[in-house]
């Protein structure tokens, strides 16, 4: 009995071999499937490197639908979603144009609705028409100063209302990120950020630097944020602009002010490897592209002068800043612009800051690619 019970556990040499078989299959599978989820895994990971080196760290405000869903997810979260302004006064002028907001502005909440307030609005699609807007605007200042007035126990506020876009075609640099447009006075400025990359792969080629040229060991306080502006004057006297005094406030209130030709030119000494024909070639380019170039001088005085906009005119350039630090997420970038009084007039000047809030993500500026030379 004990011998039959030791020969039923044998099995047939071919029934070993087919289990042998089936295990060397299953195991052959689980080292395929492993493989695959690594190489699926090592797609992702890079595709979404990939996908954040193409984004801009810089984007123009916050979007609103992102604000809710944090809001979702955490209640409490200090978040402040401006409604419309005076929902009764403005929206009708806002469905008359098409247009309705796309982002907003990040404040304190006991200063919602009582301070000066960004909106920002876009057609479908982010469309573009310069005359479109200028039509909005007429509408809009009919209705502004009612919702501008001071309510009880409120101090009067100030809507600011801008245009957000996509259309390249509005600058003759074609932009690569969205832009901001803003009216006052008479005074339309459009911006939009560039990014290093996208800088080099226009300007760092052949036998020039880049004006904008940096090498990663370069400190922060002595690389660059670019951006690219459009100024259109439909006032009847001179505008007057000095990028010096243009600037950037992150919410620790830093300060990054503008930077003018001499200071790129002083950067270049401060990169070794940065001499000769390509700086001087680099330079050339600067004097091309930088708006304090651009811009024609309307105003000439003893030992200097001023340059602007002239009456009926438009002036598109760069215009570089210190580059904000690391930890800066909500910036305010103010373009002063001085409204000259008319010729022979005894009214003072007048200075219009025309401020524009931005975004800023660490982590996609962190994945950016390295300077390149093209």
């Not at 200090?78 to 404040?107: M, N, Q, W």
Request: hydrophobic fraction near 35%.
């Amino acid at each position: 009995m004990k011998i039959f019970n030791q020969q039923k556990k044998y099995k047939h040499p071919s029934k070993i071999m087919e289990r042998g078989l089936r295990r060397s299959r299953f195991e052959g599978f689980n080292i395929l499937l492993n493989v695959g989820m690594l190489f699926l895994l090592g797609f992702v990971i890079s595709g979404c490197g990939q996908s954040l080196q193409s984004l801009s760290p810089v984007q123009p405000v916050h979007n609103i639908a992102d604000a809710l869903m944090e809001q979702s997810i955490d209640p409490s979260a200090d978040i402040v979603i401006p409604a419309i302004p005076s929902e009764d006064l403005a929206k009708p002028v806002f469905d008359k144009h098409g247009l309705e907001t796309v982002g907003f502005r990040l404040g304190e909440a006991e200063e919602a609705n009582t301070k000066n307030l960004s909106y920002i609005v876009a057609y479908s699609e982010y469309a573009y028409s310069i005359d479109n807007w200028n039509e909005f605007l007429a509408d809009w200042a009919t209705v502004q100063p009612e919702i501008e007035l001071p309510k009880e126990n409120e101090d009067r506020k100030r809507v600011d209302v801008m245009l957000i876009s996509d259309y390249p075609q509005a600058f003759s640099v074609q932009a690569r990120q969205p832009f901001l447009t803003k009216t006052q006075d008479g005074i339309t400025v459009s911006i939009c950020y560039w990014r290093s990359a996208d800088l080099d792969r226009k300007y760092n080629r052949g036998n020039a630097f880049s004006p904008f040229y940096e090498t990663e060991a370069l400190h922060q306080g002595d690389k660059t944020d670019v951006y690219y502006l459009k100024i259109t004057n439909n006032r009847e006297n001179d505008i007057i602009l000095d990028v010096k005094k243009c600037s950037i406030e992150d919410q620790g209130e830093n300060v990054y002010p503008g930077m003018d030709y001499e200071d790129l030119r002083d950067r270049f000494l401060l990169m070794p490897r940065a001499t000769g024909l390509y700086v001087k070639n680099g330079l050339e380019k600067a004097k091309e592209i930088l708006l304090e170039k651009r811009m024609p001088i309307v105003q000439r005085q003893v030992g200097a002068h001023r340059t602007g906009v002239k009456p009926g005119e438009s002036v598109e350039g760069f215009i570089p800043f210190i580059e904000i630090k690391g930890n800066a997420e909500d910036l305010t970038v103010t373009i002063p612009i001085e409204k000259a009084p008319p010729p022979g007039g005894v009214q003072r000047y007048q200075t219009i800051d025309f401020d524009f809030p931005f975004t800023h993500n660490r982590g996609i500026r962190n994945a950016q690619p390295s300077p390149q030379r093209y």
